[in-house]
């Protein structure tokens, strides 16, 4: 054999032996979790609590990496030109799959430049009012709504956001007459609730708990097919009478696309164990949220769901960022 059938053959055996091999070296180096927003919010909460209990799982550490900014996009597009070896991670929320319509250039595909993990939680929308706008029921705010010459105002923590997107939906799908009121963020928004400057807000639920709980915001209902435990009193949409209108945010962990999938299946095993932890679920049941239990594949098949519901509600809304 000459040296250039060798070398070929030997490239060769390389080639077919190298992603198993490495593979079952993963992880032999720490691990980076993008996280889009800034340090403290749900998202970099959650994504902490994860990370926290990986390594216990995968032998290495992993280490969070906030890069705030453009709605999530500056994130995304840094981990989708990311090498697809395992090194890379990111957690995300359904603004990942708001992207694709809202955004009128991204860099990359919010579907197919990335490797689905593990749906680590969904956090129910909730419609509440403020403390001096005297609604009692679901039928009542809708009948206020259609009626009000120059329309109930509702509050959301930013334009395109899930929580404004579900305001839109709910306005197509009831006739409601709403004035939008986009606020940087729930903070300022549950500020302005509670001293009535605005009337009501489509806004997650852990964001309004504390202030639900306490009386001091009113929860009309749920857009969730089940009640949830925290505010086990309040209806869910389909109970007070508007069938099918269901929105939330969620919690998950992604890749860059092209992953090996013995490295994608590891990493979904360690996160699944994470998530099913006793502990980990009361917190985010104490957060308003739900635990999922998806496989990587379906929790694929929940993003691309979920693309197609966010794509609707952008039109129905016209929001739009050029």
């Keep these: 054999m000459n040296f250039k059938t060798l070398l070929i053959a030997t490239s060769l055996s390389i080639l077919a032996i190298s992603p198993a091999s490495y593979a079952s070296d993963y992880p032999n180096k720490p691990i980076e979790m993008v996280i889009p927003y800034a340090a403290g919010g749900a998202t970099d909460v959650i994504a902490r609590?994860?990370?926290?209990?990986?390594?216990?799982?995968?032998?290495?550490?992993?280490?969070?990496?906030?890069?705030?900014?453009?709605?999530?996009?500056?994130?995304a597009s840094s981990v989708a030109r990311a090498p697809a070896d395992g090194y890379t991670l990111y957690t995300t929320t359904a603004a990942h799959t708001i992207s694709a319509s809202l955004y009128s250039k991204l860099s990359y595909d919010p579907i197919k430049d990335f490797a689905p993990i593990h749906l680590i939680a969904r956090i129910p929308i909730v419609l509440v009012t403020s403390p001096n706008y005297k609604v009692q029921s679901l039928d009542e705010y809708i009948s206020n709504a259609k009626n009000s010459k120059n329309g109930i105002t509702?509050?959301?923590?930013?334009?395109?956001?899930?929580?404004?997107?579900?305001?839109?939906?709910?306005?197509?799908?009831?006739?409601?007459?709403?004035?939008?009121?986009?606020?940087?963020?729930?903070?300022?928004?549950?500020?302005?609730?509670?001293?009535?400057?605005?009337?009501s807000a489509f806004i997650t639920l852990s964001a309004a708990l504390p202030q639900i709980q306490s009386g001091k915001l009113h929860a009309i209902a749920i857009a969730n097919p089940t009640r949830i435990d925290a505010i086990k009193d309040v209806p869910t949409m389909a109970e007070a009478g508007l069938k099918d209108f269901?929105?939330?945010?969620?919690?998950?962990?992604?890749?860059?696309?092209?992953?090996?999938?013995?490295?994608?299946?590891?990493?979904?095993?360690?996160?699944?164990?994470?998530?099913?932890?006793?502990?980990?679920?009361?917190?985010?049941?104490?957060?308003?949220?739900?635990?999922?239990?998806?496989?990587?594949?379906?929790f694929g098949d929940y993003v691309v769901s979920e693309a197609d519901q966010w794509a609707q509600a952008v039109k129905i809304s016209g929001a739009r960022v050029d």
């Design 154 to 199: 509702v509050g959301s923590p930013g334009n395109g956001s899930p929580q404004h997107l579900a305001q839109a939906m709910f306005q197509n799908k009831t006739g409601a007459n709403f004035v939008h009121v986009p606020y940087r963020g729930d903070a300022p928004l549950i500020t302005d609730m509670l001293a009535g400057q605005v009337q």
């Design 246 to 298: 269901n929105a939330a945010t969620w919690f998950g962990i992604f890749g860059p696309a092209g992953m090996d999938a013995d490295i994608q299946k590891k990493l979904h095993a360690a996160s699944a164990k994470v998530a099913s932890d006793a502990t980990f679920a009361k917190r985010i049941e104490d957060m308003g949220g739900q635990m999922m239990d998806l496989s990587a594949e379906q």
């Design 49 to 75: 609590m994860v990370i926290s209990k990986l390594p216990e799982d995968l032998g290495q550490p992993v280490v969070a990496v906030n890069r705030p900014g453009a709605g999530t996009t500056l994130a």
